[in-house]
């Protein structure tokens, strides 16, 4: 936590102490729950971390229920542009908690505003997930982001620079770097159990473009769906009401990298952990027919592979690997794995080092990666899924999906992450801001 945060916590502590006196000298005999006092194990309240959540849909209420879990964490507030979700976002916690406490605002700047909050969960739509965790920076807050965390490759460079400048914690929602058999196919990678790393197999949904509108509707009052809000920073357009229920998916002014970021931020995220590869990117992006390849300076390839039908018949894939599976091959063998928690090994002799699998974690879990989060809130150290390790896997995304969409090889220098002698594809790297949007 920040110094101010820190002295926050530290009031609280002073009030609670003198609170407590100055009861046994001027009160009648008080029984206070040990639990309340932080004893049995329990986190005091003024030792807790103090949560907003910004945009509280599916993915959202997911990763709140996990949360929700730490007893060194409290949810103290939502923020959401539409009425129903923030109501039904407020009854979860304050289910969870027994009280009533959980404060609700149609306007998340109303939470940056608030000097007890210290971390934000971020969770809208790909649209304001950099500008809202920029601004959260800015305001001293530490931040879960859910992925795609920028809807371009300047984008989130703007935000691993704002991270980096503010000294503030970020952790990506890229839960897979935190999940047992995610993080053992790595290891094996990246010991040489496989040999030397050959191809890198990342499956991603086949990309596509969608400019089309909806048909108007009338724009509802704004304390029930704010939709200028809800646009942001994204171009204008009428509202209709299933953009605020999903149907924004697909479309090029609200979704990241024509759709390719949505399997591709933790597919190609493993990849590149699995090459070793954090602190650079691929230096060729070329499409293929049913895929991209992307080829870094070291030789090692990732192959994006467009998967027609994510959830079913997905060829040259194992098919009870569940979602997002990833395929690791070397010179003397490979490992698959996916969502289902399963793993397989073309090395007879590695089996033994795969070891019991019988408690498997589904790939979408976030109980780790968010702990690992919190953890980083108090030590102050760099989480699994930090901003830099975050920018690189997106910009790789991002990269490949304009090579998919210009149809020719882009060669990108891993430093700058600029396209090398294209200015079509360098123009593309960022996209016109509404101005004003709010």
Same mark, same amino acid.
Request: contains cysteine; proline residues 5%.
């Given at each position: 936590?920040?110094?101010?945060? *820190?002295?926050?916590? /530290?009031? +609280?502590?002073?009030?609670?102490?003198?609170?407590? %006196? !100055?009861? &046994?000298?001027?009160?009648?005999?008080?029984?206070?729950?040990?639990?309340?006092?932080?004893?049995?194990?329990?986190?005091?309240?003024?030792?807790?971390?103090?949560?907003?959540?910004?945009?509280?849909?599916?993915?959202?209420?997911?990763?709140?229920?996990?949360?929700?879990?730490?007893?060194?964490?409290?949810?103290?507030?939502?923020?959401?542009?539409?009425?129903?979700?923030?109501?039904?976002?407020?009854?979860?916690?304050?289910?969870?908690?027994?009280?009533?406490?959980?404060?609700?605002?149609?306007?998340?700047?109303?939470?940056?505003?608030?000097?007890?909050?210290?971390?934000? *969960?971020?969770?809208? /739509?790909? +649209?304001?997930?950099?500008?809202?965790?920029?601004? %959260? !920076?800015? &305001?001293?807050?530490?931040?879960?982001?859910?992925?795609?965390?920028?809807?371009?490759?300047?984008?989130?460079?703007?935000?691993?620079?704002?991270?980096?400048?503010?000294?503030?914690?970020?952790?990506?929602?890229?839960?897979?770097?935190?999940?047992?058999?995610?993080?053992?196919?790595?290891?094996?990678?990246?010991?040489?159990?496989?040999?030397?790393?050959?191809?890198?197999?990342?499956?991603?949904?086949?990309?596509?473009?969608?400019?089309?509108?909806?048909?108007?509707?009338?724009?509802?009052?704004?304390?029930?769906?704010?939709?200028?809000?809800?646009?942001?920073?994204?171009?204008?357009?009428?509202?209709?009401?299933?953009?605020?229920?999903?149907?924004?998916?697909?479309?090029?002014?609200?979704?990241?990298?024509?759709?390719?970021?949505?399997?591709?931020?933790?597919?190609?995220?493993?990849?590149?952990?699995?090459?070793?590869?954090?602190?650079?990117?691929?230096?060729?992006?070329?499409?293929?027919?049913?895929?991209?390849?992307?080829?870094?300076?070291?030789?090692?390839?990732?192959?994006?592979?467009?998967?027609?039908?994510?959830?079913?018949?997905?060829?040259?894939?194992?098919?009870?690997?569940?979602?997002?599976?990833?395929?690791?091959?070397?010179?003397?063998?490979?490992?698959?794995?996916?969502?289902?928690?399963?793993?397989?090994?073309?090395?007879?002799?590695?089996?033994?080092?795969?070891?019991?699998?019988?408690?498997?974690?589904?790939?979408?879990?976030?109980?780790?990666?968010?702990?690992?989060?919190?953890?980083?809130?108090?030590?102050?150290?760099?989480?699994?899924?930090?901003?830099?390790?975050?920018?690189?896997?997106?910009?790789?995304?991002?990269?490949?999906?304009?090579?998919?969409?210009?149809?020719?090889?882009?060669?990108?220098?891993?430093?700058?992450?600029?396209?090398?002698?294209?200015?079509?594809?360098?123009?593309?790297?960022?996209?016109?801001?509404?101005?004003?949007?709010?």
């Amino acid at each position: 936590m920040t110094t101010k945060n *820190l002295s926050l916590l /530290g009031s +609280r502590r002073s009030f609670l102490k003198t609170s407590i %006196a !100055a009861s &046994a000298v001027f009160a009648l005999p008080t029984i206070v729950p040990s639990r309340s006092l932080g004893r049995d194990g329990a986190t005091a309240p003024s030792e807790r971390i103090q949560l907003g959540v910004i945009g509280i849909g599916p993915r959202c209420t997911y990763d709140l229920k996990a949360m929700l879990n730490f007893s060194d964490v409290q949810c103290v507030a939502i923020a959401d542009v539409q009425e129903s979700r923030r109501s039904k976002g407020k009854a979860l916690v304050d289910s969870h908690y027994g009280n009533q406490d959980c404060q609700i605002t149609r306007d998340f700047r109303e939470l940056l505003d608030r000097k007890d909050i210290d971390a934000m *969960l971020i969770a809208t /739509g790909d +649209r304001w997930h950099a500008s809202a965790a920029m601004m %959260a !920076a800015e &305001a001293g807050k530490d931040i879960y982001c859910e992925k795609p965390c920028g809807l371009t490759i300047d984008f989130c460079q703007q935000l691993a620079a704002t991270i980096k400048r503010t000294k503030r914690i970020f952790q990506a929602g890229t839960q897979r770097r935190s999940v047992p058999n995610f993080v053992k196919a790595v290891e094996l990678a990246q010991k040489g159990k496989l040999g030397k790393l050959q191809t890198l197999y990342a499956s991603v949904y086949t990309p596509s473009i969608d400019n089309t509108w909806l048909p108007p509707e009338a724009s509802p009052n704004r304390d029930v769906v704010d939709w200028n809000l809800w646009l942001g920073p994204a171009p204008w357009r009428p509202f209709n009401s299933q953009y605020v229920n999903g149907k924004w998916r697909g479309q090029w002014d609200f979704d990241s990298g024509a759709k390719l970021l949505d399997w591709g931020a933790h597919t190609v995220d493993l990849c590149q952990w699995a090459n070793q590869a954090d602190d650079t990117i691929p230096t060729e992006y070329e499409p293929m027919p049913k895929g991209i390849q992307c080829t870094y300076s070291n030789g090692v390839k990732i192959v994006m592979d467009f998967l027609e039908t994510p959830f079913a018949n997905r060829p040259g894939w194992i098919q009870t690997m569940g979602t997002c599976p990833v395929r690791f091959v070397g010179d003397e063998g490979s490992v698959e794995t996916g969502d289902s928690g399963d793993l397989e090994v073309s090395i007879a002799s590695l089996q033994k080092e795969l070891g019991d699998n019988a408690k498997k974690v589904v790939g979408l879990d976030v109980s780790t990666h968010a702990r690992n989060f919190f953890d980083c809130v108090r030590s102050r150290e760099q989480p699994v899924a930090n901003a830099e390790v975050m920018k690189r896997s997106h910009v790789a995304c991002h990269a490949a999906a304009l090579s998919w969409i210009l149809q020719r090889k882009l060669q990108v220098d891993p430093v700058t992450e600029n396209f090398i002698n294209d200015a079509e594809a360098n123009s593309l790297r960022s996209r016109p801001l509404r101005d004003p949007w709010l």
